[in-house]
């Protein structure tokens, strides 16, 4: 009786390897496209009431104004916990919006011919200061979007520049200020319209992508949703595998939308799922 049962338990046990080795791999390949639009409608501020000069041979009186840049960031997928996911998310939106800063400063025209990146290129110091100086912005707002996604608002005055341009070239009277979009009441130039317009298209191409991968059918009567929801760290998983879809295209739109093409590749789906 004992052996019988033995030979059962052994035949049972050869059959689930059997199945587990005989399970077809499921590839997944998708393509989809995300459409994003930045600030759409954007004016000019009134012109800023003429300050008093600065220095005598370095007319930065423009510097008065604010520049504001808004940065973004993703929990990265093999975050320990939640908590530490958003904070990583944070980290990379601060980063970000620094970024978006410094290439905003770099650009800022001392006269016609010369900008902050020439200054910051033939001399270490000023690129030191110049630095330092955008490190210094402070975060003005911040806040976690539904999809785990962080977003952080840096201002930076651009009085300081004053004391970090060396003397003896000959300025530019005043800088065009920032446009200023109607909606939020920040400074955001055309072109951090565009980025940010192209991240709403990867985020929207994120979305899809999660949704269609839910679909996928590990059997006949399973999905991946099905496994997603018994289990976070599947959940975790198969979200992780979403942010690693690439870009493929992307095409600016005259009315200032973006369109970007991303796929998704795995050539196994059911090894996230086990």
């Keep these: 009786m004992k052996i019988a049962k033995w030979s059962l338990l052994v035949l049972m046990a050869v059959m689930a390897l059997a199945a587990v080795g005989c399970r077809k791999p499921v590839p997944v390949y998708l393509k989809v ?59 990379a939106a601060e980063l970000d919006a620094l970024r978006n800063l410094a290439e905003q400063v770099q650009g800022v025209r001392i006269n016609s011919d010369t900008t902050v990146r020439n200054f910051m290129t033939e001399n270490d110091e000023i690129r030191t200061q110049v630095d330092a100086f955008i490190a210094g912005a402070e975060n003005v707002d911040e806040r976690e979007m539904e999809d785990g996604t962080y977003e952080v608002k840096k201002r930076l005055n651009l009085h300081p520049l004053s004391k970090i341009i060396p003397a003896g070239r000959a300025p530019t009277p005043q800088m065009p200020p920032p446009a200023a979009p109607k909606s939020s009441g920040g400074l955001v130039s055309p072109a951090q319209a565009r980025l940010m317009a192209e991240r709403a298209a990867k985020l929207d191409c994120y979305r899809q992508l999660l949704e269609s991968l839910k679909g996928v059918h590990i059997t006949s009567t399973t999905t991946v949703e099905d496994f997603m929801a018994k289990n976070d760290s599947i959940r975790s998983r198969v979200e992780g595998i979403v942010r690693g879809a690439r870009v493929v295209d992307r095409r600016f739109n005259s009315d200032g939308t973006v369109e970007v093409d991303m796929v998704l590749e795995h050539p196994d789906i059911t090894q996230v799922v086990r």
């Design 33 to 91: 496209t995300g459409t994003g639009a930045g600030e759409a409608s954007f004016e000019a501020p009134a012109p800023p009431p003429p300050p008093p000069a600065l220095r005598e041979d370095v007319d930065m009186s423009w510097a008065e104004g604010d520049i504001v840049a808004i940065g973004q960031g993703v929990p990265p997928a093999n975050a320990i916990s939640a908590a530490q996911g958003r904070l990583m998310a944070k980290k």
